[in-house]
């Protein structure tokens, strides 16, 4: 901020000097409000949250959930290794059946 030497007269408080004044004025101000506030603080109640034992499973069930790759590798290789033994039986009927309703589905027939 810059202030004008030129225009100051005696006694007399230039714009600037008098703007000056009121910025540290408010300035003042806030911090006694600040201080104000923060010496209330103590006084007042604190919020505080407190979640459900149903809340608590949800959330590390979520966790565990997202976590988790979707894919269950020990069925996967039960699979794996009752094909490579040949013991793999696939129903037919079965298979054709959802076949059928799947694309019944997917064609709206």
Do not use: C, H
Not at 47 to 64: G, H, I, N, Y
Not at 89 to 103: D, G, H, M, P, T
């Amino acid at each position: 901020m810059a202030i004008n030497i030129n225009s100051l007269q005696g006694n007399t408080p230039s714009s600037t000097q008098v703007k000056t004044d009121q910025v540290e004025q408010q300035t003042q101000r806030q911090q006694a409000t600040v201080q104000q506030n923060a010496s209330q603080a103590p006084n007042q109640k604190q919020d505080s949250v407190s979640l459900t034992p149903q809340a608590q499973q949800l959330t590390r069930l979520t966790e565990k959930a997202s976590n988790s790759s979707g894919i269950d590798q020990e069925k996967v290789d039960k699979i794996k290794q009752a094909i490579s033994e040949g013991k793999y039986k696939i129903n037919v009927e079965q298979l054709a059946k959802r076949i059928v309703e799947f694309e019944s589905e997917l064609f709206g027939r």
